[in-house]
C-alpha cells in the first residue's frame, strides 16, 4: 500500500492511542491545530482532550510532566516541535529522563516517548533546522531512533513505546511528505537494529534519517559506474547496532559515514571510531565522513544546500575510498 | 526577633508527640552525618536540613501513604519523615550497596518506590514538572492522590516553577506546592535575586490558591498541610504554601557561611521548631524534660543503628558498573 511517511507515523500514533489507554499525546498544536505537521490531525475529535494534550509553550515543564505520566503509570508520547526547541527541554531529557533508573538504584523506569522534527532543507535557517540527534545519542539511559521508511515510521513506535526507558525519536522534517509502499516489514520492527537498505561489496555507507534516502540515490549513481555500495540504515542511534556497521566494513573495506549532524563531534565520528577500534586492519582506506558543514544553518536556498549532506558529496566520497576521483 | 507566646498544641497530643520524635530523629541523625563527613565516611555534598525540621515533618505526616513525594537534594529530613529506614538512608550516604539508592544516589538523591519517595532531585525546580507528571497520571487514571513537591524559595527563580505552576493550575491538577523558604538560594537572601519577594503572589498569578505559614511550627505546618491535601484531594486542583523558615547550618559542608549574620542565625535559633513544641507540650503538661531525654536516647539509639548498619553494608561490585542504565529484560 502506498502512503507516506506522514501517514504512516499517524496510523502508528492511531495504533497505539485505540489499543492502550495509558497511551496519551501531548505538545504544542498537537490538538486543535492538528500537529505542526498534521500528524495528529483529526485526534482531538476522535480521541477526546484528555488524550490528546494541547500544552503551553512550555517545553521544559511539559517534558518533564511527561516524565512524570510515565512515572504515574502512563505511557506518555511527547511531541516537540523541532529538535531545536528541545533544548529548553534539556534539563528534564538528560538530567531526570535519562538519569532517573540509574540514581534511583534500579528503582523507577521512565517509559516516555518523545517525538521530535529535525533536519534542515526548508530554508528555516539557524533555529529550526539542526540535527542535534548526536547530543541525544550521547546520554546513557536513554535510546534515540530514527526512523526513516515508511515501514519505520508506521512500526518504530510500538516498540519504542514497549520499552520501559525513555526513547527519543527523530523525525526529519523533509521525510513527511515523502511516498512509498508500506510492506510487511513493519509488522516486526524493532529498535535495537540497523538495517541494510542495499546489499554491495565495494564499500559500506551508513546513513540515518534524512540522509538514507540520499545514500541510496548515490548508490544509484555509484552501480552505475560498477561500484556497488552497500547502504546501512542506522535506524537505532543508541544504542548503537555496531555488529551491522562491522559486519558491512569486513566485507567491503571500506565506509563513508553520511550524517546531517556538524561534522566535528557528530555521530560519524563515533561511528568512524568504532570501525577503527574494531576493524582498522579491515579497513582498504580511511573512513570518509559526509557531513554537514561547520555553520550555522543559513536561511538562502543555494547556502543551505550547500551546508547539508548532498548526493554528489557521498559519491565523490565513495570514490575516493575506491582511489578514483 | 524574640521568643514568641506560646500557642496551644491544637492536634492530638499523640499526633504531636509523633511530630516531635521525627524532628529530633532527623537532628540527630544528620549531626551525626556531620561528624561522619568529618571523619569521611560521607562524601561528596552533604546539604543539612537542621532548622527546618517542623516543614518536613509536618507536612509528611499530613500526607496518605500512597500519595507522592517530589523533594529536593536537601531532602534527609522527608524521606526519614516519610519512612524510609534510617539504615537504609545512612548507607546510601555511605555509598553502600543496601543503601535506598544502592550507593548510586547519595545525600542528594534519596528514593524509594515503597513508600512513592520520587528523589533527591538536585537540579533546582528539576522535581517540580515531575510532581505535575505524577499529578497528571493519577488523575487520568481516576486515583485520589496528592503529590507534594517540596522546593526552595530559590527555585521560584527558575522557569520552570512558573512553567509548572501554569501547567498545574491549567489543568486543576493535585499537586501540593510546598516551598520552604529558608531566606537563601545557596548564599543569596532572596531580597537580592527577586524583584518580587511575595513568593505567594506569584502563585497567585496563576490563580493557584496560597497560604503564608510558619514553617518553625509543626504543628501549624501539619494544620495547613493536612488542610491543603484535603482539598487538593477533593479535586480542587494545586495550592502553593510558603513554609517560612531557616536553616541553622550553612548551606552544605562546604560553605563557609560567609553571607549572614550570626545574630540573624541566633534569633531564628529561638523559634527552633524542637524546643518550640517540647515547650508547648511541656506546658500543657503532657510532656517532661525526662520523657525527652527518654525518646532524645531512643533516638540515638536508632541513628547509632542506622550508622553500624552502613558500616556493616557492602560495596557493589564494580563488575555491576552500569547496570540500571537500562531496564534488564524481565528473566
Known amino acids: ?325 | 526577633m524574640s521568643e514568641p507566646a506560646l500557642r496551644p498544641v491544637t492536634i492530638p497530643h499523640a499526633l504531636a508527640l509523633d511530630l516531635l520524635r521525627d524532628m529530633v530523629r532527623i537532628r540527630r541523625f544528620e549531626e551525626r552525618c556531620a561528624d561522619l563527613y568529618g571523619q569521611l565516611k560521607i562524601r561528596g555534598f552533604l546539604h543539612l536540613y537542621i532548622g527546618e525540621e517542623a516543614v518536613a515533618v509536618g507536612a509528611v505526616h499530613a500526607l496518605q501513604p500512597d500519595d507522592a513525594i517530589v523533594a529536593t537534594y536537601r531532602e534527609h529530613g522527608h524521606a526519614l519523615a516519610r519512612g524510609i529506614p534510617a539504615g537504609a538512608i545512612m548507607a546510601e550516604m555511605y555509598g553502600k550497596q543496601e543503601g535506598c539508592s544502592r550507593g548510586r544516589g547519595g545525600s542528594m538523591h534519596l528514593f524509594d518506590a515503597a513508600t512513592r519517595f520520587y528523589g533527591g532531585n538536585a537540579i533546582v525546580g528539576g522535581g517540580l514538572p515531575l510532581a505535575v507528571g505524577l499529578a497528571l497520571a493519577d488523575r487520568m487514571q481516576r486515583r485520589q492522590r496528592v503529590t507534594a513537591a517540596f522546593f526552595g524559595e530559590g527555585a521560584v527563580a527558575e522557569g520552570v516553577f512558573h512553567e509548572s505552576m501554569n501547567l498545574a493550575a491549567l489543568w486543576k491538577l493535585p499537586v501540593a506546592f510546598f516551598c520552604e523558604n529558608n531566606l537563601y538560594a545557596m548564599g543569596t537572601a532572596l531580597s537580592r535575586s527577586e524583584s518580587q519577594t511575595d513568593l505567594c503572589t506569584k502563585a497567585a498569578a496563576f490563580k493557584v490558591p496560597t497560604l503564608k505559614v510558619d514553617g518553625m511550627d509543626s504543628v501549624a505546618v501539619y494544620e495547613a498541610a493536612k488542610q491543603v491535601a484535603d482539598r487538593i484531594r477533593a479535586g480542587e486542583g494545586p495550592f502553593f504554601v510558603e513554609f517560612q523558615t531557616y536553616r541553622y547550618r550553612a548551606h552544605s559542608m562546604y560553605d563557609p557561611d560567609l553571607y549572614r549574620d550570626k545574630a540573624e542565625i541566633e534569633e531564628w535559633k529561638l523559634r527552633g521548631p524542637i524546643h518550640n513544641l517540647t515547650n508547648r507540650l511541656k506546658a500543657e503538661g503532657q510532656f517532661t524534660e525526662e520523657a525527652f531525654r527518654t525518646l532524645d536516647s531512643e533516638v540515638t539509639g536508632e541513628v547509632e543503628a542506622a550508622v553500624a548498619f552502613a558500616e556493616g553494608g557492602s560495596w557493589e561490585p564494580v563488575e555491576n558498573l552500569t547496570r540500571d542504565v537500562y531496564t534488564e529484560p524481565a528473566p
Open chain 1, 1 to 325: 500500500m502506498k502512503m507516506t511517511y506522514r501517514e504512516a507515523m499517524r496510523q502508528a500514533l492511531h495504533d497505539a492511542l485505540a489499543t492502550d489507554p495509558r497511551v496519551f499525546l501531548m505538545g504544542e498544536d498537537v490538538g486543535k491545530y492538528g500537529g505542526s505537521f498534521a500528524v495528529s490531525k483529526g485526534f482531538l475529535d476522535e480521541f477526546g482532550p484528555e488524550r490528546i494534550r494541547d500544552t503551553p509553550l512550555s517545553e521544559l515543564a511539559f517534558v518533564g510532566t511527561g516524565i512524570g505520566a510515565a512515572l504515574g503509570g502512563m505511557r506518555p508520547i511527547v511531541e516537540i516541535m523541532t529538535v531545536n526547541f528541545s533544548l529548553l527541554a534539556l534539563d528534564q531529557i538528560v538530567n531526570t529522563a535519562a538519569a532517573y533508573r540509574h540514581m534511583s538504584g534500579g528503582q523507577f523506569s521512565v517509559p516516555v516517548v518523545i517525538r521530535m522534527v529535525t533536519g534542515a532543507g526548508r530554508q528555516l535557517a539557524a533555529q529550526h533546522s539542526h540535527s542535534l540527534e548526536n547530543w541525544y545519542a550521547h546520554v546513557p539511559g536513554i535510546k534515540v531512533i530514527a526512523p526513516a521508511t515508511i515501514d519505520d515510521a508506521r512500526g518504530m513506535l510500538k516498540p519504542a513505546l514497549e520499552d520501559p526507558d525513555p526513547v527519543i525519536v527523530f523525525e526529519h522534517a523533509l521525510l513527511y511528505n515523502v511516498e512509498g509502499e508500506l510492506g510487511d516489514e513493519w509488522r516486526s520492527a524493532d529498535i535495537r537494529s540497523a538495517r541494510i537498505m542495499r546489499p554491495g561489496r565495494d564499500v559500506t555507507i551508513c546513513a540515518y534519517g534524512g540522509t538514507v534516502g540520499k545514500a541510496l540515490d548515490a548508490a544509484r549513481q555509484l552501480a552505475a559506474e560498477g561500484i556497488e555500495a552497500e547502504v546501512i540504515d542506522l535506524r537505532v542511534l543508541r544504542p548503537l547496532d555496531g555488529a551491522a556497521i562491522i559486519g558491512s566494513v569486513r566485507k567491503t573495506h571500506r565506509a563513508v559515514l553520511v550524517d546531517e549532524g556538524w561534522r566535528t563531534g557528530s555521530l560519524a565520528a563515533e561511528v568512524s571510531a568504532r570501525i577503527m577500534e574494531q576493524a582498522f586492519y579491515e579497513l582498504d582506506a580511511p573512513v570518509a565522513r559526509v557531513c554537514s558543514e561547520e555553520v550555522p544553518m543559513p536561511y538562502a536556498k543555494h547556502l543551505e544546500d550547500a551546508a547539508m549532506p548532498q548526493v554528489p558529496k557521498i559519491v565523490a566520497a565513495a570514490r575516493q575510498t575506491l582511489g578514483r576521483n
